[in-house]
């Protein structure tokens, strides 16, 4: 099947669908100039002092704050990102009632910024951060700025905190959000029409939420392969900002 064909059959698939969920990982926003963890020249394959996957825990956090906060500002947080057309499709159908639902295990904030207004971040997001002391609450451009004597951002805002503040993401060691689980387990139940792009469905329990879905077509959008191939309906190789942006609302 060609690329245009296979365009086309989404096409279809969209027209006839009412409630569709859109379910996104790292592949997403690469489009948008943020690496991804797994590819050839993703974070993964980098050389650090430590591994990202143990940098990006929550031991390491507590244990090495400073290191974990020089990584964190190095490598995760991407300034000036804009939207896709992938993002901003998925917006524009979601206004038009095709899509229920935005569930990303992305942390950047990009789907919010097209303009999507239901979205269920699995891992969390850069943009909220508190301190782990009294909760105040503080913003990415707070965490860029605010770096302490030793790297390590800490309250301000409650007189005699100095609490260390902590971003409000998923770290490896670390449970999902419950009601955010639940509510992405809810849409995907619901959904008769499923699309997964931009994901290796490597990363769990994230990845295993597909199984709750129950509904009649499966489309899958990653230049890559993936666990969920052989289910799919329509299978896409093409990066899935230049998929979405030939899609009709």
């Known amino acids: 099947m060609s690329d245009s064909e296979s365009v086309e059959k989404l096409q279809k698939i969209m027209d006839e669908s009412s409630s569709v969920v859109f379910f996104g990982g790292a592949g997403v926003s690469t489009e948008s100039g943020i690496p991804d963890f797994r590819s050839t020249d993703g974070l993964y394959n980098q050389q650090w002092r430590y591994p990202p996957e ?16 020089r990584f964190y500002r190095a490598k995760i947080i991407v300034q000036g990102a804009k939207p896709n057309p992938a993002h901003i499709k998925l917006a524009e159908l979601e206004k ?5 639902a935005v569930i990303t295990q992305n942390i950047d904030g990009l789907h919010q910024a097209a303009g999507s ?5 699995l891992h969390g997001s850069i943009l909220r951060n508190y301190c782990e002391h009294c909760r105040a609450f503080y913003s990415l451009e707070d965490i860029i700025q605010n770096k ?5 951002p800490r309250c301000t805002k409650t007189a005699g905190c100095a609490g260390v503040i902590k971003p409000d993401v998923v770290l490896y060691e670390e449970s999902l959000n419950t009601d955010v689980l639940t509510k992405s387990i809810e849409a995907i139940r619901n959904a008769d029409t499923l699309i997964i792009g931009g994901t290796s469905l490597a990363v769990y329990p ?5 199984h709750y879905f129950r509904g009649s077509r499966l489309v899958l959008v990653n230049k890559g392969e993936t666990s969920a191939d052989t289910r799919a309906d329509l299978l896409i190789r093409e990066p899935i900002g230049q998929v979405f942006e030939r899609i009709r609302v």
């Open 96 to 100: 038009a009632g095709k899509v229920k």
């Open 117 to 121: 207004e239901v979205v269920y971040e």
């Open 148 to 152: 302490g004597a030793d790297g390590i």
């Open 206 to 210: 994230a990845a295993s939420l597909i």
């Open 54 to 69: 143990t940098i990006l825990s929550r031991s390491f956090f507590y244990a090495q704050t400073a290191e974990f906060y």
